[in-house]
Nanobody, 115 residues
Framework: VQLQASGGGLVQAGGSLRLSCAHS????????IGWYRQAPGNQRELVAT???????NYADSLKGRFTISRDSAKNTVYLQMNSLRPEDTAVYYC??????????WGQGTLVTVSS
């Protein structure tokens, strides 16, 4: 199973970015893909998840600014991030949790929000 995260970069506060997570190699039809982030000195935290059925879940603090979506035909999950703040600066990781309980992580993409 492989996950390739991309789309990070440097953006000014108030700006937007869209992250992509392309996944491959999983034959399970039931899974959940999530975005997590880890800022320097902090633990990795949940941003949002989306299941293979389309159900979504968000960290309460990010609802309304971040949107997770997917393109099943492209095996890609997106994270649209709007109204970015300096505190959103972190490495963003995508993760897949399969129906058998196995978990795989992507390599992370750095998002830097300048004030």
């Amino acid at each position: 199973v492989q996950l390739q995260a991309s789309g990070g970069g440097l953006v000014q506060a108030g700006g937007s970015l869209r992250l992509s997570c392309a996944h491959s190699g999983s034959t399970f039809s039931t899974y959940t893909i999530g975005w997590y982030r880890q800022a320097p000195g902090n633990q990795r935290e949940l941003v949002a998840t989306i299941s293979s059925s389309g159900s979504t879940n968000y960290a309460d603090s990010l609802k309304g600014r971040f949107t997770i979506s997917r393109d099943s035909a492209k095996n890609t999950v997106y994270l649209q991030m709007n109204s970015l703040r300096p505190e959103d600066t972190a490495v963003y990781y995508c993760r897949i949790r399969r129906a058998d309980g196995s978990v795989y992580w992507g390599q992370g993409t750095l998002v830097t929000v300048s004030s």
